[in-house]
């Protein structure tokens, strides 16, 4: 685990992927990369089997190469908001360094260093070195994109040593109605850090950040909040609800939370209402 702090001074705690699980997601993109290329090189042959210029053959087999090692890993990475195949396998997502979401260019960054520093040219021989190097296991593309991989299974206990987050009551209804199931482990830890450390932040960066992770969590829930609803009020809503699903389910959950009522979230700032 580690702490990040975010541009509005909040600190973050977010597990670092390390080498090995890494290695076991690289592996699972490799075999869709090199997938890929076995097919789009069967293509060009077949489309150019029956003649053509051989140097238009070349500038197609180029731009197929282009496509796969480059375009393939930035688009997947930019849609999934940093979760190939592999790392989607392995339970890891790609942030940035201050723990929020990437965005194309960290992709596209990251898809040139794999092939010119990390692994293609240089048989991953550096990027390894640099993983192994660094304290967070960044790659030689992580350092110049400026971006991390994370996990995103959050160990058994991890949510629960912050203590509950009790249910705002105007929400309490709502709340039922829901559907969590695709709200991240990581993305309710990140929340649940910042609902118990907001009355000590300034109230600007207070603001900002409870708005930038209602509105990452309304992406995931999809369900309007209730007009007037306030950001804070909309998250520990959401995570209030998700923790007593979780401890209704049992421990078979992977994750779990006293039960009880929990502390009131704290009041938000004045004049701080979550974007529709």
Same mark, same amino acid.
């Given at each position: 685990?580690?702490?990040? *702090?975010?541009?509005?001074?909040?600190?973050?705690?977010?597990?670092?992927?390390?080498?090995?699980?890494?290695?076991?997601?690289?592996?699972?993109?490799?075999?869709?990369?090199?997938?890929?290329? =076995? =097919? $789009?090189?069967?293509?060009?042959?077949?489309?150019?089997?029956?003649?053509?210029?051989?140097? %238009?053959? #070349? !500038? =197609? #087999? &180029?731009?197929?190469?282009?496509?796969?090692? =480059?375009?393939?890993?930035? &688009?997947?990475?930019?849609?999934?908001?940093?979760?190939?195949?592999?790392?989607?396998?392995?339970?890891?997502?790609?942030?940035?360094?201050?723990?929020?979401?990437?965005?194309?260019?960290?992709?596209?960054?990251? %898809?040139?260093?794999?092939?010119?520093?990390?692994?293609?040219?240089?048989?991953?021989?550096?990027?390894?070195? $640099?993983?192994?190097?660094?304290?967070? $296991?960044?790659?030689?593309?992580?350092?110049? %994109?400026?971006? *991390?991989?994370?996990g995103e299974r959050i160990p058994r206990g991890a949510m629960a040593a912050q203590g509950p987050v009790g249910m705002p009551p105007p929400l309490a209804v709502w709340a039922t109605?829901?559907?969590?199931?695709?709200?991240?482990?990581?993305?309710?830890?990140?929340?649940? #850090?910042?609902?118990?450390?907001?009355?000590?932040?300034?109230?600007?960066?207070?603001?900002?950040? !409870?708005?930038?992770?209602?509105?990452?969590?309304?992406?995931?829930?999809?369900?309007? %909040?209730?007009?007037?609803?306030?950001?804070?009020?909309?998250?520990?809503?959401?995570?209030?609800?998700?923790?007593?699903? $979780?401890?209704?389910?049992?421990?078979?959950?992977?994750?779990? #939370?006293?039960?009880?009522?929990?502390?009131?979230?704290?009041?938000?700032?004045?004049?701080?209402?979550?974007?529709?």
């Amino acid at each position: 685990m580690a702490s990040l *702090i975010t541009g509005d001074a909040v600190t973050l705690d977010l597990r670092i992927a390390g080498l090995p699980t890494r290695t076991l997601s690289l592996t699972v993109d490799l075999l869709v990369q090199g997938t890929l290329l =076995v =097919v $789009s090189m069967v293509l060009v042959n077949w489309a150019f089997s029956a003649g053509g210029s051989p140097g %238009a053959q #070349t !500038a =197609v #087999t &180029l731009t197929a190469l282009v496509l796969v090692l =480059v375009g393939w890993p930035t &688009l997947v990475e930019t849609l999934t908001r940093g979760r190939s195949l592999g790392k989607l396998i392995m339970g890891l997502r790609v942030v940035r360094d201050d723990g929020g979401p990437i965005r194309m260019r960290h992709s596209l960054v990251r %898809a040139l260093a794999m092939v010119f520093l990390d692994l293609w040219t240089t048989s991953g021989v550096l990027g390894g070195l $640099s993983a192994l190097l660094s304290s967070r $296991s960044k790659r030689m593309g992580d350092h110049l %994109a400026g971006t *991390i991989v994370v996990g995103e299974r959050i160990p058994r206990g991890a949510m629960a040593a912050q203590g509950p987050v009790g249910m705002p009551p105007p929400l309490a209804v709502w709340a039922t109605t829901l559907d969590l199931v695709a709200v991240p482990d990581q993305l309710a830890l990140n929340i649940r #850090t910042f609902l118990h450390r907001a009355p000590s932040l300034d109230p600007a960066a207070r603001s900002a950040i !409870a708005t930038r992770l209602a509105t990452e969590l309304a992406s995931h829930v999809r369900t309007p %909040a209730p007009p007037g609803t306030s950001a804070e009020a909309y998250l520990a809503a959401v995570l209030a609800e998700r923790t007593r699903r $979780s401890v209704a389910a049992g421990p078979a959950t992977g994750w779990s #939370t006293p039960p009880g009522p929990g502390p009131r979230p704290p009041d938000p700032p004045s004049g701080f209402a979550l974007p529709r």
